[in-house]
């Protein structure tokens, strides 16, 4: 590949794979930043906040968004259940616990 290639600041090291590795060095400037009207409407109208907890959204008006936080919630509380499970389950057979067993 010719050095140019990939514009200013880039190396691109061949490897012996199917991957090409860019890496920009910090030496150089990085891209060109054009005008507004150079770039497509919709980047302006993208929706960059950070998700919205659970707690605020409505199933009626957001839709998939509460269901996919729903699932979401749902599987790290699984995970917590499981952890729990398993973290002391070394001790089910100690002799120390078995003065504390009523059963």
């Known amino acids: 590949y010719p050095s140019n290639l990939f514009g200013p600041g880039f190396q691109v090291f061949d490897r ?3 991957f090409r590795i860019a890496s920009i060095t ?3 400037p ?3 930043i054009l005008p507004d009207s150079e770039y497509p409407p919709w980047l302006f109208e993208l929706d960059l ?3 919205r907890p659970l707690e605020d959204l409505d199933p009626e008006k957001d ?3 509460y269901w996919r936080a729903l699932r979401i919630r ?3 509380q699984n995970r917590r259940i499981e952890k729990l499970k398993t973290r002391f389950l070394h001790l089910q057979n100690s002799p ?3 003065k504390f067993s009523k059963f």
């Open 96 to 98: 120390s616990m078995k």
């Open 26 to 28: 910090g030496e150089e």
């Open 49 to 51: 906040r950070p998700p």
């Open 74 to 76: 749902q599987i790290e």
């Open 16 to 18: 012996c794979s199917k």
């Open 63 to 65: 839709g998939w968004l």
């Open 30 to 32: 990085g891209p060109k």
